[in-house]
């Protein structure tokens, strides 16, 4: 959709703890994220969701989280360091038009795509990518700011989805966020 990524200091905004009272990470993961589960965090930025979903997915789960700035990644590895859940997580640094997740054939359980689909080019393109790496009815929760995203741009992602083979299961409400939660059909 577009050619513009999130600045590395708007990095540093979005994974303060101040977002936490207006965009709680773990109330919004919850009805998704269990222990042992594999999840990915696309356009992880700093973390402000993947520390929380390596803390849910406990010892036994994994977090890979998929980022095209390595500035971001570096800070969220520190992060997790500190947090002592750096085992748990696989942080990827992806070329936007490929996400690198090839290796992951009908391995995850769960994904989150926050305030990331309007920063990638093409979206068609990426729903066929994240397809195959999730298991059967694996869940996809995604969130769109939306004072970036009309509801017609956002809209014409879904469509998108659909395309690919996901099936829009609601629109859980987040604050300021235009979102679907969707599951991987049955090809
Ligand atoms: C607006 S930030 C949102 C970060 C995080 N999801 C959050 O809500 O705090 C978008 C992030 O997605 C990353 N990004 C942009 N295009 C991407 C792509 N094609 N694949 C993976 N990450 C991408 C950016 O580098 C940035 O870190």
Not at 75 to 80: E, G
Not at 133 to 157: D, Y
């Amino acid at each position: 959709m577009a050619d513009h990524v999130c600045p590395v200091w708007v990095g540093y905004l979005l994974a303060s703890p101040i977002r936490k009272y207006f965009q709680h990470p773990q109330k919004i993961l919850k009805p998704y994220v269990e222990k042992g589960m594999t999840v990915m965090d696309i356009g992880s930025a700093m973390g402000f969701f993947t520390l929380p979903m390596a803390h849910m997915v406990k010892e036994d789960g994994r977090v890979i989280c998929l980022d095209v700035q390595d500035k971001m990644l570096m800070a969220l590895k520190k992060k997790a360091l500190n947090e002592d859940v750096f085992e748990r997580i696989d942080p990827r640094l992806c070329s936007g038009d490929d996400i690198g997740i090839t290796d992951l054939e009908s391995q995850v359980d769960f994904a989150l795509a926050f305030a990331v689909l309007h920063e990638i080019r093409d979206v068609p393109r990426f729903f066929l990518q994240l397809y195959p790496a999730l298991k059967p009815n694996a869940r996809v929760l995604i969130a769109e700011p939306k004072g970036h995203v009309s509801e017609s741009q956002f809209s014409t992602t879904l469509s998108e989805a659909e395309k690919a083979g996901f099936l829009e299961l609601g629109r859980p409400p987040i604050f300021r966020s235009r979102t679907a939660l969707l599951q991987k059909k049955g090809r």
